[in-house]
């Protein structure tokens, strides 16, 4: 009954900024507790990790978005966000929140990016 919402996506240049974020739905007592993360998937591509972050802190990031995407979580809010800076056309996709808990995992149902000019 976990539900993950995303936000934050849509269109830009080239070179622009988007901050995605995830939040839990009526779900918020496990959000600090699970480690988080944001995936990607192209057409006919394979899901692949963007950046992940535990529930202390530590983040990590995939080779292609390190130095450009920036993962934080608000314990606060209950919300977990992404920074996409110089953003280019091949991160055009849709990015997906995911949270593990133990042994149960769920994921956003995605937020689309487009770059383009």
């Known amino acids: 009954q976990v539900q993950l919402v995303e936000s934050g996506g849509g269109l830009v240049q080239p070179g622009g900024s988007l901050r995605l974020s995830c939040a839990p739905h009526?779900?918020?007592?496990?959000?600090?507790?699970?480690?988080m993360a944001w995936y990607r998937q192209a057409p006919g591509q394979q899901r692949a990790l963007v950046a992940h972050?535990?529930?202390?802190?530590?983040?990590n990031y995939a080779d292609f978005v390190k130095g450009r995407f920036t993962i934080t979580k608000d314990n606060t809010k209950n919300t977990m966000y992404l920074e996409m800076n110089r953003l280019q056309p091949e991160d055009t996709t849709v990015y997906y929140c995911?949270?593990?808990?133990?042994?149960?995992?769920?994921w956003g149902q995605g937020t689309q990016v487009t770059v383009s000019s």
């Open positions: 009526e779900s918020e007592s496990i959000f600090s507790v699970g480690a």
């Open positions: 995911d949270l593990v808990v133990g042994l149960q995992e769920y």
């Open positions: 972050i535990t529930a202390t802190g530590t983040t």
